[in-house]
Protein backbone atom coordinates (compact mmCIF):
# COMPACT_ATOMS: atom_id res chain seq x y z
CA UNK A 1 0.00 0.00 0.00
CA UNK A 2 3.20 2.23 -0.05
CA UNK A 3 1.75 4.32 -3.07
CA UNK A 4 -1.66 4.19 -1.62
CA UNK A 5 -3.23 7.37 -0.29
CA UNK A 6 -6.26 7.76 1.94
CA UNK A 7 -8.06 10.14 3.40
CA UNK A 8 -10.06 10.15 7.19
CA UNK A 9 -12.30 12.59 7.97
CA UNK A 10 -13.24 13.56 10.93
CA UNK A 11 -9.61 12.19 12.21
CA UNK A 12 -9.01 14.32 15.35
CA UNK A 13 -10.09 11.61 17.90
CA UNK A 14 -11.69 8.61 18.71
CA UNK A 15 -12.68 6.31 15.85
CA UNK A 16 -11.10 8.78 12.93
CA UNK A 17 -8.02 9.13 14.57
CA UNK A 18 -7.41 5.32 15.22
CA UNK A 19 -8.36 4.83 11.68
CA UNK A 20 -5.73 7.43 10.88
CA UNK A 21 -2.78 5.91 12.79
CA UNK A 22 -3.68 2.23 11.65
CA UNK A 23 -3.89 2.91 8.03
CA UNK A 24 -0.45 4.72 8.49
CA UNK A 25 0.85 1.68 10.09
CA UNK A 26 -0.84 -0.42 6.56
CA UNK A 27 1.51 1.68 4.63
CA UNK A 28 -0.61 4.29 3.07
CA UNK A 29 0.14 7.89 3.15
CA UNK A 30 -3.05 9.33 5.01
CA UNK A 31 -4.79 12.71 5.17
CA UNK A 32 -6.22 13.73 8.05
CA UNK A 33 -9.44 16.31 7.75
CA UNK A 34 -11.09 18.03 10.74
CA UNK A 35 -12.85 21.20 11.98
CA UNK A 36 -10.07 20.93 14.86
CA UNK A 37 -7.13 21.72 12.68
CA UNK A 38 -4.44 21.36 15.56
CA UNK A 39 -5.97 18.10 16.35
CA UNK A 40 -5.14 16.87 12.99
CA UNK A 41 -1.49 18.43 12.61
CA UNK A 42 -0.48 16.69 15.68
CA UNK A 43 -1.55 13.02 14.79
CA UNK A 44 -0.32 13.34 10.70
CA UNK A 45 3.07 14.81 12.77
CA UNK A 46 3.27 11.23 15.26
CA UNK A 47 2.71 9.65 11.45
CA UNK A 48 5.39 11.67 10.02
CA UNK A 49 7.42 10.81 13.38
CA UNK A 50 6.68 6.79 12.96
CA UNK A 51 8.40 7.06 9.44
CA UNK A 52 5.06 7.75 7.03
CA UNK A 53 3.32 10.13 5.45
CA UNK A 54 1.00 12.50 6.19
CA UNK A 55 -0.79 16.01 5.62
CA UNK A 56 -3.30 17.66 7.88
CA UNK A 57 -5.89 20.12 7.15
CA UNK A 58 -8.69 21.87 8.20
CA UNK A 59 -12.25 20.79 6.42
CA UNK A 60 -15.87 21.58 6.54
CA UNK A 61 -17.04 18.50 4.87
CA UNK A 62 -20.57 19.80 4.68
CA UNK A 63 -18.75 22.59 2.84
CA UNK A 64 -18.77 22.06 -0.68
CA UNK A 65 -16.07 24.54 -2.26
CA UNK A 66 -13.86 23.10 0.91
CA UNK A 67 -14.21 19.96 -0.26
CA UNK A 68 -12.70 20.47 -3.43
CA UNK A 69 -10.22 22.90 -2.55
CA UNK A 70 -8.57 20.12 -0.50
CA UNK A 71 -8.94 16.96 -2.00
CA UNK A 72 -7.29 18.69 -4.52
CA UNK A 73 -4.55 19.79 -2.20
CA UNK A 74 -4.25 16.54 -0.86
CA UNK A 75 -3.51 14.71 -4.54
CA UNK A 76 -1.24 17.43 -4.95
CA UNK A 77 0.51 17.04 -1.49
CA UNK A 78 0.17 13.24 -1.23
CA UNK A 79 -0.83 11.62 -4.52
CA UNK A 80 -4.08 10.34 -6.18
CA UNK A 81 -6.43 9.77 -3.08
CA UNK A 82 -8.08 6.36 -3.74
CA UNK A 83 -8.98 5.29 -0.14
CA UNK A 84 -11.74 7.55 1.62
CA UNK A 85 -13.28 7.06 5.22
CA UNK A 86 -16.02 8.78 5.29
CA UNK A 87 -16.38 9.34 9.22
CA UNK A 88 -16.93 13.14 10.02
CA UNK A 89 -20.35 13.26 12.70
CA UNK A 90 -21.96 14.89 14.76
CA UNK A 91 -24.50 14.56 17.64
CA UNK A 92 -27.42 16.78 18.04
CA UNK A 93 -29.36 14.60 20.18
CA UNK A 94 -33.45 14.92 21.58
CA UNK A 95 -36.46 13.89 21.41
CA UNK A 96 -38.59 14.65 18.29
CA UNK A 97 -40.85 17.72 20.28
CA UNK A 98 -37.80 18.91 21.60
CA UNK A 99 -35.33 18.39 18.51
CA UNK A 100 -34.79 21.99 16.45
CA UNK A 101 -35.00 22.05 12.39
CA UNK A 102 -30.96 23.09 12.80
CA UNK A 103 -30.91 20.35 14.95
CA UNK A 104 -31.77 18.11 12.22
CA UNK A 105 -29.99 20.04 9.15
CA UNK A 106 -26.63 20.41 11.34
CA UNK A 107 -26.73 16.51 11.68
CA UNK A 108 -27.64 15.75 7.77
CA UNK A 109 -25.06 18.05 6.69
CA UNK A 110 -22.28 16.61 8.07
CA UNK A 111 -22.90 13.12 7.84
CA UNK A 112 -24.98 12.66 4.39
CA UNK A 113 -23.50 15.89 2.86
CA UNK A 114 -20.59 15.67 3.38
CA UNK A 115 -20.18 12.00 2.55
CA UNK A 116 -21.83 12.70 -0.42
CA UNK A 117 -19.80 15.89 -1.19
CA UNK A 118 -16.26 13.96 -0.11
CA UNK A 119 -17.09 10.08 -1.91
CA UNK A 120 -17.89 12.80 -5.67
CA UNK A 121 -14.88 14.38 -4.81
CA UNK A 122 -12.32 11.17 -4.17
CA UNK A 123 -14.11 9.21 -7.09
CA UNK A 124 -12.89 11.11 -9.73
CA UNK A 125 -9.00 9.97 -8.52
CA UNK A 126 -10.78 6.40 -7.78
CA UNK A 127 -12.38 5.79 -11.23
CA UNK A 128 -9.17 6.96 -12.92
CA UNK A 129 -7.09 5.31 -11.25
CA UNK A 130 -8.97 2.04 -11.68
CA UNK A 131 -8.73 1.25 -7.76
CA UNK A 132 -10.42 2.53 -5.10
CA UNK A 133 -11.92 1.87 -1.48
CA UNK A 134 -14.91 3.90 0.14
CA UNK A 135 -15.48 3.40 3.97
CA UNK A 136 -18.80 4.96 5.24
CA UNK A 137 -18.81 5.29 9.14
CA UNK A 138 -22.69 4.25 10.36
CA UNK A 139 -23.63 2.99 13.68
CA UNK A 140 -26.35 0.49 15.12
CA UNK A 141 -28.14 3.94 15.47
CA UNK A 142 -29.58 3.08 11.98
CA UNK A 143 -32.06 0.40 13.40
CA UNK A 144 -33.47 3.17 15.69
CA UNK A 145 -32.53 4.86 19.03
CA UNK A 146 -34.70 7.13 21.43
CA UNK A 147 -33.70 10.62 20.95
CA UNK A 148 -32.11 10.24 17.81
CA UNK A 149 -34.23 10.98 15.31
CA UNK A 150 -31.67 12.63 13.45
CA UNK A 151 -28.72 10.68 13.56
CA UNK A 152 -30.56 7.83 13.30
CA UNK A 153 -31.91 8.74 9.70
CA UNK A 154 -28.35 9.92 9.06
CA UNK A 155 -26.94 6.88 9.62
CA UNK A 156 -29.54 4.48 8.04
CA UNK A 157 -29.21 7.03 4.67
CA UNK A 158 -25.17 6.14 4.65
CA UNK A 159 -26.16 2.51 4.75
CA UNK A 160 -28.22 3.37 0.94
CA UNK A 161 -25.74 5.58 -0.08
CA UNK A 162 -23.02 2.83 0.28
CA UNK A 163 -25.41 0.25 -1.57
CA UNK A 164 -25.76 2.79 -4.41
CA UNK A 165 -22.56 3.66 -4.59
CA UNK A 166 -21.01 0.19 -4.56
CA UNK A 167 -23.56 -0.65 -7.70
CA UNK A 168 -22.07 2.60 -9.44
CA UNK A 169 -18.54 2.25 -8.83
CA UNK A 170 -17.89 -1.67 -8.92
CA UNK A 171 -17.09 -1.50 -12.57
CA UNK A 172 -14.27 1.05 -11.67
CA UNK A 173 -12.24 -1.35 -9.24
CA UNK A 174 -14.05 0.39 -6.37
CA UNK A 175 -15.29 -0.95 -3.40
CA UNK A 176 -17.88 0.31 -0.88
CA UNK A 177 -18.54 -0.74 2.46
CA UNK A 178 -20.09 1.11 6.16
CA UNK A 179 -19.14 0.47 9.56
CA UNK A 180 -21.81 0.53 12.02
CA UNK A 181 -20.27 0.27 15.56
CA UNK A 182 -22.18 -0.41 18.73
CA UNK A 183 -21.14 1.09 21.95
CA UNK A 184 -17.77 2.66 21.37
CA UNK A 185 -15.56 4.64 24.20
CA UNK A 186 -15.27 7.69 22.75
CA UNK A 187 -15.17 11.42 23.50
CA UNK A 188 -18.59 11.86 21.86
CA UNK A 189 -19.94 8.76 24.42
CA UNK A 190 -17.96 10.29 27.52
CA UNK A 191 -20.55 13.39 26.19
CA UNK A 192 -23.44 12.02 25.86
CA UNK A 193 -22.91 10.58 29.60
CA UNK A 194 -22.15 14.21 30.83
CA UNK A 195 -25.65 15.17 28.83
CA UNK A 196 -27.33 12.19 31.10
CA UNK A 197 -25.53 13.04 34.19
CA UNK A 198 -24.06 10.01 34.97
CA UNK A 199 -20.14 9.33 34.66
CA UNK A 200 -18.72 7.67 31.72
CA UNK A 201 -17.76 4.47 33.79
CA UNK A 202 -20.90 4.05 34.50
CA UNK A 203 -22.36 4.36 31.08
CA UNK A 204 -19.66 1.85 29.89
CA UNK A 205 -20.47 -0.06 32.67
CA UNK A 206 -24.27 -0.04 31.98
CA UNK A 207 -23.56 -0.47 27.78
CA UNK A 208 -21.46 -3.53 28.78
CA UNK A 209 -24.56 -5.63 30.67
CA UNK A 210 -26.03 -5.60 27.16
CA UNK A 211 -23.57 -6.53 24.59
CA UNK A 212 -22.75 -10.74 24.47
CA UNK A 213 -19.06 -9.85 24.67
CA UNK A 214 -19.44 -8.27 27.82
CA UNK A 215 -17.24 -4.69 27.16
CA UNK A 216 -17.47 -2.09 24.93
CA UNK A 217 -15.78 -0.70 21.97
CA UNK A 218 -12.75 0.74 21.22
CA UNK A 219 -11.75 2.86 18.20
CA UNK A 220 -9.39 0.28 17.60
CA UNK A 221 -11.49 -2.71 16.69
CA UNK A 222 -13.20 -0.06 14.50
CA UNK A 223 -9.73 0.66 12.95
CA UNK A 224 -9.46 -3.01 12.25
CA UNK A 225 -11.88 -3.25 10.30
CA UNK A 226 -11.45 -0.77 8.17
CA UNK A 227 -7.43 -1.89 7.86
CA UNK A 228 -9.60 -4.86 6.27
CA UNK A 229 -12.15 -3.20 4.26
CA UNK A 230 -9.32 -0.95 2.47
CA UNK A 231 -7.20 -4.10 1.68
CA UNK A 232 -6.62 -5.79 -1.35
CA UNK A 233 -8.16 -8.92 0.27
CA UNK A 234 -11.37 -7.20 0.61
CA UNK A 235 -11.82 -6.89 -2.89
CA UNK A 236 -14.26 -9.26 -3.36
CA UNK A 237 -16.52 -7.07 -0.73
CA UNK A 238 -18.78 -4.27 -1.97
CA UNK A 239 -22.15 -3.01 -0.97
CA UNK A 240 -21.79 -4.31 2.57
CA UNK A 241 -22.90 -2.97 6.07
CA UNK A 242 -20.81 -4.90 8.85
CA UNK A 243 -22.03 -4.40 12.16
CA UNK A 244 -18.90 -3.90 14.76
CA UNK A 245 -21.09 -4.37 18.10
CA UNK A 246 -19.63 -7.20 20.33
CA UNK A 247 -22.51 -9.18 18.86
CA UNK A 248 -25.25 -9.88 16.42
CA UNK A 249 -27.55 -6.95 14.94
CA UNK A 250 -31.17 -7.07 13.03
Known amino acids: MADRV ?3 TGAARGIGAAVAQRLASDGF ?10 AVRDGAE ?3 AGGGRAFAAKLDVSDEEQVNAVVAQVAEQLGAPTVLINNAGILRDNLLFKMTSSDW ?19 AYQTKEGWGRIVNL ?7 NRGQANYSAAKAGLQGFTKTLAIELGKFGVTVNAIAPGFIATEMTAATAERMGISFEDLKKGAAQAIPVARVGTPEDIAHTA ?19 GGPKD
Open 46 to 48: KIV
Open 29 to 38: AVALLDLDEQ
Open 138 to 144: SSTSALG
Open 227 to 245: SFLVSEGAGFVSGQVIYVA
Open 6 to 8: AIV
Open 105 to 123: DAVMNVHLRGAFLMSKAVQ
